[in-house]
């Protein structure tokens, strides 16, 4: 068995915590990598290369390569990237110093562009460049910085597909390399390090468990991961109880359905025909259908409850519970496709921070405060866009509006000094770091920040504060530091100096999602209503708990009755030695009132079998219930005035049948009277 095949579970537990895959939204710099293979294939086109646009083994031939440097230098465009890449290309292997320079007029012209970078990297990685690449994604990693974005999306996927390419090829160190590239075009990386993980096992145990454990610190640090990964979990487990309670429900059907055919087949006249009976007993079935999983489920398990023993009542009990959970289950995945999308307030505040400015994000955003003017994440949102433009006066009024609204959150007050802090006002930027530290003393963002405000105010230092500082590095804070060091080295830009606020997932779960997915909203009204109904919730439990047990007390007096033959209307006795015919004249008259109001409920005093009866008012209630369900229906998805004559056919049919049966009823309580 090949080692792959030991991670197979492993792939299925980490895929829950791939960043938002259900979910699609626009690509970061994928205009500008369209923009970028057109140039290229135009000019390719232009020195004749589009008919093998892939492949550069015709290079070896000298003469083939003399020619393509012809083709490149007379079209003269000295001011295009791929015109000094193609003629480092022709250069031969063996003048490797010659080529460099047409390199590297080739990435300096490609320095505005993160297309062209991007490109420019992959036709290095055609020619077996591998330090040229290296420079590219250097290069493009530099330019994501400069425009505010910490990931994209794109590019880490495509690396992550090099990588993949280099692993097939036997070459683990190149595959590693780019795995970690990707890493850093990645919004979390743990895709990265679980595939590190596999590669390095069994080999290298000690690099295998050096990458567990960072899938471990990067899944325990982020409330995205653990978002996503809490939404597959939960759909995996929605989906398990849903096939446990198809296949029990199948099971006990499947064993229960005869004998409640059989049982159905005595409440009705002794001429209907099996086949008759079979079909009203489905139709019963398929009304209940009609109302929907948890009804059908409910009443068929009640149906089901006196043809079942011990371990199958059990089971009903299962699959009854397991039904009522639907209800909180669906609001709960509500909540989830709420959080998780692109277009809901954490989506759009994840792509702020991840991403550099784009107009079509910025209309979104603007369209959601638009729509809902006191959405906080929404407002830091779009105050973290228009920081990444220098746009400072509405991103001080939308920080200010933000804090309006949640005056007590760290990403909130973060953000506001960051606003404070690129606009070059870092008294007040460093006020509402203070005011984090204060309200959220771990919070490491807000240490991290006043430490450059301080820099620039050139003022007092607390020893406390210095000796905190490097306590609450956090990997991320760490993770930016080194990139800023590596590309930008003492010189960083405003931009980049500080770093943007982002929730731990502690404070995520306990205030953030119930906030954005509006279970919060849905639990305090719920705790409102019970405060305000609780005297008639009372009342109702008790009212309910009077009727069980007169219920109980009429089912069992009627049970004593149904043992001592008392249950005929006509009975013989004997008395003073002569047969006589008793009348219960209350056992005529109450059936034939019921029957009157509601056909068929007098046989709950007709019959001796009273499970029979209880069988017949859930099969009337279902079939009632189910009427209602289609005509509400319609009611809804149809002008009132096409179903206004349904309705009233339906009511003169009804009423036309109540008044038969109670003729017919009333008939036959003075036969039998008079005989």
């Not at 029990?248 to 064993?255: E, Q, R, V």
């Not at 079509?360 to 006191?374: H, S, Y």
């Not at 009727?547 to 089912?555: E, N, Q, T, V, Y």
Request: charged fraction near 20%; hydrophobic fraction near 50%.
């Amino acid at each position: 068995m090949k080692h792959g095949t030991a991670f197979v579970a492993l792939f299925f537990l980490f895929s829950a915590f791939v960043s938002y895959a259900d979910f699609s939204a626009p690509q970061f710099w994928e205009p500008s990598i369209e923009r970028a293979l057109i140039s290229r294939d135009d000019f390719y086109r232009d020195v004749d290369l589009e008919r093998r646009p892939l492949q550069f083994d015709f290079l070896w031939d000298r003469q083939s390569a003399r020619l393509l440097e012809e083709r490149v230098r007379r079209t003269a465009a000295a001011d295009n990237p791929w015109y000094h890449f193609l003629l480092g290309v022709t250069v031969p292997a063996s003048s490797s110093s010659e080529r460099t320079p047409y390199f590297t007029k080739a990435l300096e012209l490609t320095n505005e562009s993160p297309g062209m970078t991007w490109l420019l990297f992959m036709e290095c990685r055609r020619v077996d460049k591998y330090s040229w690449a290296q420079s590219c994604l250097r290069q493009l990693e530099r330019v994501l910085m400069l425009e505010g974005a910490e990931a994209s999306a794109m590019i880490s996927q495509q690396l992550l597909a090099v990588a993949r390419e280099e692993r097939r090829n036997k070459n683990l160190e190149r595959a590693v390399r780019y795995l970690e590239w990707s890493a850093r075009f990645d919004r979390t990386g743990l895709w990265q390090a679980f595939l590190r993980a596999r590669w390095y096992f069994p080999m290298r145990p000690r690099l295998f468990i050096r990458a567990a454990a960072d899938c471990a610190a990067i899944a325990g640090g982020s409330w995205r991961v653990q978002l996503s990964a809490a939404y597959h979990a939960y759909q995996w487990m929605r989906a398990a109880i849903v096939i446990l309670v198809v296949v029990l429900f199948t099971a006990i059907a499947a064993k229960t359905v005869p004998a409640l055919f059989v049982s159905f087949g005595a409440l009705f006249p002794r001429g209907v025909p099996r086949w008759l009976q079979f079909a009203l007993c489905g139709l019963v079935f398929a009304s209940l259908a009609l109302l929907g999983l948890v009804p059908f489920v409910i009443v068929s398990s009640i149906l089901f409850w006196r043809h079942t023993d011990g371990q199958d009542r059990a089971f009903l009990a299962v699959c009854i519970a397991a039904t009522l959970l639907v209800a909180p289950g669906t609001r709960l995945t509500a909540a989830f496709v709420d959080t998780l999308s692109p277009y809901g307030s954490l989506g759009m505040f994840d792509q702020a921070a991840g991403e550099g400015y784009t107009q079509e994000l910025e209309e979104r955003i603007r369209a959601r405060i638009a729509k809902q003017p006191d959405d906080y994440l929404a407002r830091v949102s779009l105050a973290g866009i228009l920081r990444k433009v220098s746009d400072y006066r509405p991103m001080k009024a939308h920080v200010l509006a933000a804090r309006r609204s949640r005056e007590d959150d760290p990403v909130v007050l973060v953000a506001s000094g960051n606003a404070y802090f690129s606009a070059g006002e870092y008294e007040r930027a460093a006020h509402f770091y203070r005011l984090c530290i204060n309200g959220f003393p771990s919070y490491g963002a807000a240490y991290y920040n006043l430490a450059r405000c301080i820099e620039h105010l050139d003022g007092p230092v607390d020893s406390a504060f210095l000796y905190k500082l490097p306590k609450l590095k956090t990997r991320r804070i760490r993770e930016f530091e080194d990139r800023n060091k590596a590309a930008f080295g003492a010189d960083v830009p405003a931009l980049r100096a500080v770093i943007q606020p982002d929730y731990r997932p502690a404070y995520f779960w306990l205030h953030v999602f119930p906030l954005a997915s509006g279970l919060g909203s849905d639990i305090k009204s719920i705790h409102r209503l019970l405060l305000r109904k609780l005297p008639s919730l009372l009342a109702t439990v008790a009212a309910v708990g009077i009727f069980a047990l007169a219920f109980a007390f009429a089912r069992r007096l009627l049970q004593k009755r149904q043992k001592r033959g008392d249950e005929a209307p006509m009975r013989i006795v004997m008395k003073d030695g002569q047969y006589l015919r008793r009348r219960n004249r209350h056992l005529i008259y109450i059936p034939g009132i019921m029957d009157a109001v509601f056909p068929g409920a007098g046989s709950l005093f007709r019959t001796s079998r009273d499970v029979r009866a209880a069988t017949l008012m859930l099969m009337l209630s279902s079939m009632v219930y189910a009427t209602y369900w289609v005509l509400f229906h319609f009611t809804f998805s149809c002008p009132f005035w096409v179903v206004r004559a349904g309705f009233i056919a339906i009511g003169c049919l009804c009423a036309a049948y109540s008044i038969a049966i109670a003729f017919v009823v009333l008939r036959k309580m003075l036969h039998d009277l008079n005989v």
